[in-house]
């Protein structure tokens, strides 16, 4: 958790993304009572965003701004692997016969809702990473074009060399960092599609007529 006492030198300085675009200055940090930066505010040159400071990361003592897309694909990710470990205690407990039968249900029954909502979530994040997908892979279409013209133009005498290596620059420039943004997009759709799933036999309902007539624990499985 970044700290209002060691972050108040951020102010006024550049904010750039991951990957090296600057996006704006810190114009204000708001902090909670125990002086943690809780939101952070930023000047662009045509807008003004406010943001969570889990959006953002200190590195070399330069703020940078971390993709809505990367964030909430992590976060995913570390629910999940949480839910699983919870799945995994419980059945443990169960087996064991150190919780009763009407715990494990409840228990069962409120795991298997956040799962649910989890999944719900899951398929959410993978239709914003592919937008996103998609987003960047048109921008990069969009520079190789940009690229091709002003070859094109150098080499009809149109542009000047000095130019042209400018233009070159900038707009390789740009594509580098396109490059980097579509592989770590296609990497986070891997890694959210890679979350292994929890196959239930049934939800265990509050009525003793659905509990399992041999008095066993109803088969939880996680499929990699």
């Known amino acids: 958790m970044l700290l209002f006492e060691n972050a108040r030198n951020l102010l006024m300085k550049s904010v750039k993304d991951v990957y090296g675009k600057e996006v704006g200055q810190v114009v204000c940090l708001i ?15 045509k807008n003004f965003t406010s ?20 964030i909430d694909s992590e976060e995913l990710i570390k629910e999940y692997t949480q839910l699983l470990r919870r799945f995994s205690a419980l059945e443990e407990l169960h087996s064991k016969g150190e919780i009763t039968k009407e715990t494990y249900k409840e228990f069962y029954n409120m795991l298997l809702k956040q799962y649910e909502e989890l999944k ?9 990473l592919s937008k996103s997908l998609e987003e960047i892979t048109n921008t990069i279409k969009e520079l190789d074009m940009a690229m091709t013209v002003i070859k094109i133009q150098r080499s009809l005498k149109e542009i000047g060399e000095d130019v042209f290596r400018s233009l070159s620059l900038v707009i390789q420039t740009s594509m580098n960092r ?10 986070a759709i891997q890694r959210v599609k890679s979350v292994p799933e929890i196959k239930f036999t049934q939800r265990i309902e509050e009525s003793k007529q659905t509990e399992n007539k041999a008095g066993q ?8």
């Open 178 to 187: 396109a490059l980097a943004e579509r592989r770590d997009i296609e990497q």
């Open 217 to 224: 624990p109803l088969t939880v499985q996680v499929i990699d």
């Open 120 to 128: 719900r979530a899951r398929s959410s994040i993978l239709e914003e």
């Open 51 to 70: 943001l969570p400071s889990k959006y953002f990361k200190l590195e070399n003592d330069q703020l940078l701004l971390l993709s809505k897309w990367y």
């Open 31 to 45: 902090s909670n009572n125990k002086g943690e930066v809780t939101e952070i505010k930023l000047i662009g040159s």
